[in-house]
């Protein structure tokens, strides 16, 4: 599985922009970016997910490189309620295969 | 709002009692997964079901765990005997074989086993 590298921990200030970075050097052609995010004591929920061009959905936006090897998740206005561990997944585009989790950036959004 | 639900929330139990713990997928989805999660492991995929049948339970202990789909609206995971290195979170997620490709998760499963 290509393997995605996300800094450990990040913060933010309540009300103002997010952008957590992820690096995929190794992705392959095929590969679509996923990112899920776990809320404290809730499992894992989708978030985005994009191959080439920037995404944009109610939650969150996708900045995908030109080259595909990283990529930023970007939310717009953080809130107290966008504290939780986000992660960046690979996945192959061959129906819905299993996740594979890393340990995902944790998300402190401050008052 | 449709959701995956799981039975029961918490569960401890001791050493050597079995577990059996259920999910029941969004009515329509034909993809079903068992993942767990501990502090020191992160989470990690059990098992996954396509159309009620088993495609992958390489990540499950042979010996002591099993899963399966009775029907459609039920999988289950069942630990016999539980030991306390299985003190974790089971999730269950069900989703669609095609597009889209999101997995819906549920709340999850808190076992102790002492």
């Known amino acids: 599985d290509a393997k995605t590298t996300q800094p450990n921990s990040m913060e933010s200030n309540e009300e103002e922009p997010v952008h957590l970075p992820c690096n995929h050097s190794?992705?392959?052609?095929?590969?679509?970016i996923h990112w899920y995010r776990q809320l404290p004591s809730q499992g894992p929920e989708y978030v985005i997910h994009?191959?080439?061009s920037n995404v944009n959905n109610r939650m969150a936006s996708l900045a995908i490189a030109e080259d595909r090897k990283s990529s930023t998740l970007i939310l717009h206005r953080a809130t107290l309620r966008d504290a939780a561990v986000y992660y960046c997944?690979?996945?192959?585009?061959?129906?819905?295969?299993?996740?594979?989790f890393g340990k995902g950036t944790r998300l402190s959004v401050i008052a | 709002d449709a959701r995956v639900t799981q039975t029961p929330r918490h569960k401890v139990t001791e050493m050597g009692q079995e577990v059996t713990m259920r999910c029941q997928p969004i009515?329509?989805?034909?993809?079903v997964f068992w993942y767990r999660q501990t502090m020191m492991q992160g989470l990690e995929l059990l098992a996954y079901?396509?159309?009620?049948?088993?495609?992958?339970d390489s990540g499950m202990p042979k010996d002591r765990f099993s899963a399966e789909m009775p029907d459609a609206t039920l999988a289950t995971l069942k630990i016999q005997p539980s030991e306390p290195r299985d003190s974790a979170v089971y999730f269950c997620?069900?989703?669609?074989?095609?597009?889209?490709?999101?997995?819906?998760f549920g709340p999850g499963t808190r076992l102790t086993v002492t």
């Open positions: 997944i690979l996945r192959p585009n061959s129906g819905n295969t299993p996740l594979v």
């Open positions: 997620a069900s989703g669609l074989s095609g597009s889209p490709l999101e997995q819906y």
């Open positions: 190794t992705i392959s052609g095929t590969d679509y």
């Open positions: 009515l329509g989805h034909n993809t």
């Open positions: 994009g191959l080439t």
């Open positions: 079901f396509r159309n009620r049948a088993p495609l992958d």
